[in-house]
């Protein structure tokens, strides 16, 4: 689906929008001196070293940035994955997506630059709050459900029974090597990205401290692990990528050869691909093919008792039922102007 470029703007605006909103509100956090609570809305100065709600806190601190931080641009990579895949327009889908991956975002900033979240936001009461979140939570659970309300509401739209391929694998042979392409040419990235992560981080070490292996051991084996993870879902969605686009190419393709077959046999038709496939030029070329076959047979037809207009050692079969008429599955298109 081709989004024009005002769809476009309603569908990325969300996302610095919300980047913008929440990287305002903390730095107004930064001069909380204390609690103030307005009713049961309260704010308060709080540094989050983990992930939402303390998560990743127990990991070394340079891993854990790093770790994370990695983790948010593994979701842009996704996000936009999805936002070229979609084949439909939902705005409010694709908003949705774009304000919850820019709540991400701002708290992604926040690590890379402090090494902690600001968070400012509790509810309840001085003697009985709960835990501290800010803007950018808040926008994230408005995101999650801007979505979930997108995939009920317009589910039809979103999966059309008349729009969807009954399988993804139409040509196996070659959708395997062009999912394995994919997923090679990821893990060999991945291989010199973590060749050369795992020995910078190692030389700097023990440039710094050392040859102490305790240490080595307690920063590398949690970055290894957390390495081959991400390398791995890496792979992993660069393989279903793979099978998405190959499916809209060898699906075209295949329903083109079904379409000469079905034009060969005497029975033109329009051919219809589906929504997102490439070669869509095809139902174009199959129209002009149609046209031109049935404008064949009609003047086979009229002039049924004349010899051919050209010299063919192997003329083609009338199209003629016996009594002289246009056969019935045949059935002429509409001329373009």
Request: charged share 20%; hydrophobic share 50%.
């Amino acid at each position: 689906m081709q989004l024009r470029r005002l769809d476009w703007i309603i569908v990325l605006v969300p996302l610095f929008a919300t980047w913008g909103i929440d990287q305002i509100t903390k730095a107004w956090a930064e001069g909380l001196k204390s609690v103030n609570f307005h009713g049961p809305l309260g704010f308060v100065l709080h540094h989050n070293h983990g992930a939402m709600l303390g998560l990743f806190s127990d990991l070394p601190a340079v891993l854990r940035i790093v770790t994370l931080s990695t983790g948010g641009a593994f979701l842009i990579f996704t996000f936009s994955i999805i936002q070229y895949l979609l084949p439909i327009k939902s705005l409010q889908l694709r908003a949705g997506m774009s304000i919850l991956l820019g709540g991400i975002l701002g708290n992604v900033t926040d690590r890379i630059v402090n090494g902690y979240v600001i968070d400012f936001i509790v509810l309840g009461s001085p003697q009985n709050a709960s835990p501290a979140f800010n803007l950018a939570d808040v926008l994230q659970w408005v995101g999650y459900a801007m979505i979930a309300i997108a995939l009920f509401r317009e589910s039809e739209v979103l999966w059309p029974a008349e729009n969807t391929r009954k399988r993804m694998w139409v040509n196996i042979k070659f959708q395997l090597r062009y999912c394995f392409l994919l997923t090679g040419i990821g893990l060999g990235f991945s291989l010199i990205a973590g060749v050369f992560s795992y020995t910078f981080l190692r030389v700097t070490i023990i440039d710094l401290v050392g040859a102490n292996e305790k240490l080595l051991d307690h920063y590398l084996m949690p970055f290894t692990l957390t390495f081959a993870i991400v390398a791995v879902s890496f792979s992993a969605v660069l393989f279903l990528v793979g099978r998405v686009l190959s499916s809209r190419i060898a699906g075209p393709l295949y329903a083109f050869e079904k379409f000469l077959d079905d034009l060969v046999a005497g029975r033109p038709r329009k051919l219809k691909l589906r929504a997102g496939d490439e070669f869509k030029h095809l139902e174009n070329i199959a129209e002009r093919m149609s046209e031109r076959y049935v404008e064949a047979l009609m003047a086979q037809s009229r002039f049924e008792n004349t010899p051919p207009p050209f010299q063919n050692p192997d003329p083609p079969p009338r199209a003629t039922t016996e009594d002289g008429k246009f056969p019935q599955n045949v059935t002429p298109l509409k001329r373009r102007n």
